[in-house]
């Protein structure tokens, strides 16, 4: 979700080198950008190291993406500026402490575009195509994502594995894709789903190339549905206690939430049980994912 502001940010400033801190996944993501002036370094195990490093690069100006207190605490007296959220208490240590915004839920993004706005006065857009499209006939297969970061957020394994075969029997080659501790689960997942690959690889570069090949990407609100806006690649994501309103909507993605007629002021983070994933059926996903090929064959 912070591909767009970097991306405005580089191109506002055309004559600064922007330094990205961050973990080593992310590295593999913005290289994809081929910008020589966005560089990125891996993000250090503790905070002494972090503000070493940080130190090292003698930078103008910090922008701090996260809320935390110890990211602003690592950056404090660094550069000329300091922007962030006035979170946790953190204020002071900011140059430039702006308010997260009253509504909830709002994208994250929009809180990404905040802070780059006061960086640079222009505010970057919703996500998008940052990469030039796969053209179409050499996209094929399904990549299923089961993974998340949390339990709740996860549709029923049952579930992607029904998918997964309902799919595998209309001809669709079907890829099970997680990191790189969920691979013993994906490989006995893949055990009901005959001939399908599993990749769980630290490095990004194989999860990068099958999705971006990918005809449509399945998975839960993570990491994998943001690659998928890189490539142009169709995605269905599903919503259950994480509210879809905190995400942006973009063009090649298909959203099912749990209880799609709640009410505006009902928060599905706030009532977790209310929207559980196994409320999203199998019927309704796979009727996604066939339209979403219907489409592309026209």
Same mark, same amino acid.
């Given at each position: 979700?912070?591909?767009?502001s970097?991306?405005?940010?580089v191109?506002?400033?055309p004559e600064?080198?922007?330094?990205?801190?961050?973990?080593?996944?992310?590295?593999?993501?913005?290289?994809?950008?081929?910008?020589?002036?966005?560089?990125?370094?891996?993000c250090?195990?503790?905070?002494?190291?972090?503000?070493?490093?940080?130190?090292s690069?003698?930078?103008?100006?910090?922008?701090i993406f996260?809320g935390?207190f110890?990211?602003?605490w690592?950056?404090?007296?660094?550069?000329?500026i300091?922007?962030g959220?006035?979170?946790?208490?953190?204020?002071?240590?900011?140059?430039?402490?702006?308010?997260?915004?009253?509504?909830?839920?709002?994208?994250? &993004?929009e809180l990404?575009?905040?802070? !780059?706005? =006061?960086a640079?006065?222009?505010? @970057?857009?919703?996500?998008? $195509? %940052?990469?030039?499209e796969?053209?179409k006939?050499?996209?094929s297969?399904?990549?299923?994502?089961p993974?998340?970061?949390?339990?709740n957020?996860?549709?029923p394994?049952?579930?992607f594995?029904s998918l997964?075969?309902?799919?595998?029997a209309?001809?669709?080659?079907?890829?099970l894709?997680?990191?790189?501790?969920?691979?013993?689960?994906?490989?006995?997942?893949s055990?009901?789903i005959l001939?399908?690959?599993?990749?769980?690889?630290?490095?990004?570069?194989?999860a990068? &190339?099958?999705?971006?090949h990918?005809? !449509?990407? =399945?998975?839960?609100?993570?990491g @994998?549905?943001?690659?998928? $806006? %890189?490539?142009g690649?169709?995605c269905?994501?599903?919503?259950?206690?994480?509210d879809?309103?905190w995400?942006?909507?973009?063009?090649?993605e298909?959203?099912?939430?749990?209880?799609?007629?709640a009410p505006?002021?009902l928060?599905?983070?706030?009532?977790?049980?209310?929207?559980?994933?196994?409320?999203i059926?199998?019927?309704?996903?796979?009727?996604?994912?066939?339209?979403?090929?219907?489409q592309?064959?026209?």
């Amino acid at each position: 979700m912070a591909l767009p502001s970097l991306q405005t940010l580089v191109l506002a400033r055309p004559e600064t080198t922007f330094h990205v801190m961050g973990r080593p996944p992310f590295g593999e993501v913005v290289n994809l950008l081929s910008t020589p002036r966005l560089m990125h370094h891996e993000c250090a195990h503790n905070n002494s190291q972090r503000r070493q490093l940080l130190r090292s690069i003698n930078p103008e100006a910090v922008i701090i993406f996260t809320g935390s207190f110890r990211s602003a605490w690592i950056a404090r007296g660094l550069g000329h500026i300091r922007i962030g959220t006035r979170s946790e208490g953190r204020g002071w240590l900011l140059t430039h402490a702006i308010r997260r915004g009253s509504s909830r839920p709002r994208p994250t &993004s929009e809180l990404y575009a905040d802070l !780059v706005e =006061v960086a640079v006065g222009e505010r @970057p857009g919703p996500p998008q $195509t %940052l990469i030039s499209e796969t053209p179409k006939l050499t996209r094929s297969g399904i990549v299923l994502v089961p993974g998340a970061s949390r339990r709740n957020k996860r549709w029923p394994e049952s579930r992607f594995i029904s998918l997964g075969q309902k799919l595998q029997a209309t001809g669709h080659a079907i890829t099970l894709l997680g990191a790189p501790d969920e691979q013993n689960r994906l490989l006995d997942m893949s055990k009901h789903i005959l001939q399908s690959q599993v990749i769980c690889e630290a490095g990004l570069n194989p999860a990068l &190339s099958s999705i971006q090949h990918a005809a !449509v990407v =399945v998975g839960n609100d993570t990491g @994998p549905r943001h690659l998928a $806006t %890189l490539f142009g690649t169709p995605c269905v994501t599903l919503f259950g206690p994480t509210d879809v309103r905190w995400t942006p909507h973009t063009t090649n993605e298909h959203t099912l939430e749990a209880q799609p007629f709640a009410p505006k002021e009902l928060v599905a983070d706030d009532q977790p049980a209310a929207f559980a994933m196994e409320r999203i059926p199998v019927g309704d996903v796979l009727f996604s994912v066939q339209n979403i090929l219907n489409q592309s064959q026209r």
